[in-house]
């Protein structure tokens, strides 16, 4: 039986730069980070250096898909907003809110918070708000046939 230690297989960092594809200033970089060991004498620990550098390229990869959610995500609610502000100036809708600090000052009075304790606010969520919304916001009239 043989108990001797296997050598660590290495390689140059000439040959991992033309592998990698990358410098060797960036390689060290990656191992003053933590992803492999760093070279000796110019020799870095083969199969430690492939496993950090794929690793790496991992976690990079995931932080650049969240980078992108987040940038999906923000320009739809981009999007959105501006759809509802061209409705907005359009005038084919009303917002909610403007209903709401119009009952605040024109129905409830000067009661504070009357609205928002209204033990009916499931009413006035489901029957008023649609009422005033086509008050406020008229169907068009229908085109008469020439």
Known sequence: ???????????GADRLCGLSGLT???HRQFAAQGFFPPPVAGEYQLNATIAGLFKYF???SEKQDALRAAQTR??????????????????TILEWEVVELYLHQRVFGPMQGAFDSCPDR??????????VMQKL???PPPKSPV
């Open 24 to 26: 060797d200033r960036r």
């Open 58 to 60: 991992r976690t990079a």
């Open 74 to 91: 923000k320009e739809r609610a981009l999007a959105a907003k501006l759809e509802r502000q061209n409705k907005l100036a359009e005038g």
């Open 122 to 131: 499931e009413w006035l969520e489901k029957v008023l708000k649609p009422i």
């Open 137 to 139: 916001n008229p169907p």
């Open 1 to 11: 039986m043989n108990t001797s230690p296997t050598p660590i297989q290495s390689i």
